[in-house]
């Protein structure tokens, strides 16, 4: 059964301190995983996609990598306004479906 | 970015009635959205995929005949609560894929609908 794990569940940081949250995945032969950003009684917004073990994407104070078996999204000096739940979802090739943790909660401290 | 709107954002019903919420993509056209559901600190929950002008396939354990999904058109998909009780309040996210084909693309979320059943 296809299954995403992220850790830890929730995250306090002072501004500044760089850490990274981890997405573990199970699944059939992987067509996508995804980092998404959830702010509060809103969707989520999209923020990357990887699709081959080595492979890397960056944006703003984001970096997203992946392996094999897991997922980090790596935030560097990250600000208050990051403050919100994290997302990992994941395809499966051959599959409509994607599948969610239950996201990493996330608040950076001023 | 695409845009996906959803609508009503808030609703509030008397249990054993029906609420519908309106999923719209406003920039591009949506073969296939997504319904899902989600409670406080837990995941997406996938209901359904909704595919235009087909029947939606469910996911095990969601009733078709208390969540009915329309995709009458391209730009369109609607979730009807039917009958709805307070076990039914949550909060609903639509989201649609860019693209099609062999290869998927991303999600793009509405801004979800809270459903709260009194």
């Known amino acids: 059964e296809d299954q995403v794990t992220q850790s830890p569940e929730a995250l306090r940081l002072q501004e500044g301190e760089s850490s990274s949250l981890n997405c573990s995945y199970t699944?059939?032969?992987?067509?996508?995983l995804f980092w998404y950003r959830q702010d509060p009684g809103k969707g989520p917004e999209f923020l990357f996609t990887l699709y081959s073990a080595g492979e890397e994407k960056e944006k703003e104070r984001l970096k997203a990598t992946l392996t094999k078996k897991e997922s980090f999204l790596h935030i560097t000096a990250p600000k208050p306004e990051d403050s919100a739940t994290y997302l990992c979802a994941v395809q499966a090739a051959g599959d409509d479906k994607i599948i969610f943790g239950k996201g990493t909660r996330l608040h950076i401290l001023p | 970015g695409a845009v996906v709107s959803q609508h009503p954002s808030r609703v509030i019903c008397k249990s054993g009635t029906s609420v519908k919420i309106e999923c719209r993509s406003l920039?591009?056209?949506?073969?296939?959205m997504f319904w899902y559901r989600q409670f406080p600190k837990q995941s997406l929950m996938l209901m359904a995929t909704s595919n235009e002008g087909s029947k939606a396939t469910y996911e095990q354990g969601v009733e078709k005949d208390k969540f009915l999904i329309n995709h009458a058109s391209l730009t369109l998909s609607t979730l009807t609560v039917t009958s709805a009780h307070p076990e039914d309040s949550s909060f609903y996210i639509c989201?649609?894929?860019?693209?099609?084909?062999?290869?998927?693309?991303?999600?793009?979320f509405g801004e979800g609908s809270r459903l709260t059943v009194l």
């Open positions: 699944v059939s032969g992987l067509r996508g």
């Open positions: 920039d591009f056209q949506a073969t296939t």
């Open positions: 989201s649609a894929r860019v693209g099609g084909g062999a290869f998927t693309g991303e999600l793009f």
